[in-house]
């Protein structure tokens, strides 16, 4: 016979059986709308419904709402709610269950996040004043009020063609002398280019240099000469620029740079007029061997390595709950000298202060919810050993930081904010400001800071790069009140539209890091697929292979940034980055690491113009994941090169030569 708990448990078995046979099977689950178009801004409410094999729906079911692809674009509550903030594409599922129990089902729904309409038209170059007979092309783009950039066609339009003609690709031709407006418009945005035409006084035109030697990617600047019947010059004659063969670019001002070496053909041709110019182009030259110094593999996956001030010892951090302190007095036998264990799954970041007496360490996915910051003295460098942490308002993790002056700028995963963390007294951290884009909280999330004398370099994903006053002086900011300089906003989805195509919509894509060096800052973008392949290789994690640019962004004037060059590696993804002197160290997760040439002026295809030194592969038989590269930056100190590969631990290198 048995127990009475036991009959009285046998009967609740049976009578939760008999209310699952009695439940209804969901054979299908649909969304409406299944697939919709919102603007930047909007939200749209997605309804789930239940049918059974007959068609009929399901009343008594529960749904629960989730996103895949877009999480930085769009997000979606427990109610169905799709909030979306930045242009790209989401796909929402919907989890529906009988409540009386049974098997769920689920369905799903894309989000295609479009820019807003066109506010304003950017015409490049700027004309104000020609020649009768000149010509010359204007590139007109649309953007919304946004920054997105628009594709809307541009329509252009002369209140006097006898004096300016403009045909529908926005070639003017000045005719006769006298006035004219030129008219751009592109939905409701309209862009209005007044122009004042001259009689032209120029008799004759040539080129300086006439002929020139030059190595790919280095940047020669030809002079147009324009003069008049009696000899004197004509300063403001600018002409148009043509070139041949096409392995080589020049722009309005007359900066020409080959990708190739050859012999190029330049012509200036002003009004009827044209001035030629011959560069002969030889190869760079720059490629160098390298030399393996040291390797020290680890157990688990590592991730940001930094080096003391001191130099001697260095630290790693782990996608895990440690970090390891490293000997590096012997390069060629790096040891560890003692661990900081945290509450943490992934320890992204590492860095100390300026004088190596502290340090900042990050955490996320902690056990208790509560990551944030932890705070290292580094009295001594061997035995790095936590003093304070920081979690008031940093709960939901942090990815960067970087410490600057006795300010800690990190980056806030929860709300994708960037927050300042005064740690003057590093025993008793406290937030002195937050900053954030004004767009959409649907699509914010600063991902890495960089900061150089006073001004904050933002990562900002799909906002590209922001740059802030923290102290420069040229808003009036200050750590306490952070103060917007200027933006560079680009298309992402044209940008990566190969991966789109590879893996479908919804593929993860943003400005990841931002590095400032002389008059350029540079700016990485991280990007995978939105469905990983085999066929690709193994890349990072569940991510799949990576792919991204290297965007060099000219801020000579700091309130307008403008992309002058970019580096991009077709095997991998321009990951963390490092810069000493004319050489940029950067990982390029799987395709290894990767050693370039920035020396003089930059412009166009860094790749192509042969200006990669060095390409080292970090895979060998002692990794988590053998023989399998995935680097994921670099440091450069005294000719040694410490790259921290996630499946294979750090590898230092010397490039010889």
Partial sequence: MLPVHALLLLAAVQQQQSVAARAPTIAKVTIQPAEVALQVGDTVRLVAAALDSAGRPIRDVTVSWFQAGGRFEGKVDSTGLVSVGSVGSLTVSALVAPRAGGSPSTAFARVTVLPRPASRIAIEPAVTRLYAGQSVTLSAQPFSAQGDRRQDDVVWSSDAPVVVAVSPAGRLVAGRPGRATVTAKAGRAVRTVPITVA???????????????????????????????????????????SLSPGNAQIEHDGNFVADLPGTYRVLATFAGRTAEGLVEVRPRDVRRPTTLVGRLPLPVNAAE?????????????????????????????????????????????????????????????????????VILSFEDPAHPKPIAEFTETVTGGVHSTFIYKGYIYLTDDATGSLRVIDIRDPYRPRQVARWETPSSKAGNYVHDVDVKDGLAYLSYWNDGLIILDVGNGIKGGSPEQPKLVSQYKYDLDALYREVEAVGGPGFIRGAHTAWRHGKYVFVGDEVFSAAPRNTEGSGVNTLGRAYGRLHVIDVSDVTRPRPVAYYEPKDGGAHNVWVAGDTLYMGDYQGGLRVVDISGELRGDLLRQGREIAHVVTADGRGVHPNAPNTWGAIYRDGLIYAPDINSGLWIVRVEG
Avoid: Q
Avoid at 213 to 231: I, K
Avoid at 328 to 333: E, H, K, M, N, Q
């Fill in 199 to 241: 009689a032209n006084p120029v008799a004759s035109v040539g080129l300086e240099p006439a002929t020139a030697s030059v190595r790919t990617g280095d940047v020669l600047r030809l002079a147009f000469r324009a003069h008049n019947g009696s000899g004197a010059a004509v300063t403001d004659a600018t002409p148009e620029w």
């Fill in 305 to 373: 390595f930094w080096l003391h001030p001191g130099g001697r010892y260095g630290y790693i951090t782990t996608m895990g709950d440690r970090a390891y302190a490293i000997d590096l007095g012997d390069p060629a036998r790096p040891t560890i000298t003692d661990s900081v264990v945290v509450d943490a799954r992934h320890i992204n970041d590492l860095m100390t202060t300026e004088d190596g007496k502290y340090g900042v360490l990050t955490r996320e996915n902690a056990s208790t919810r509560k990551n944030g910051i």
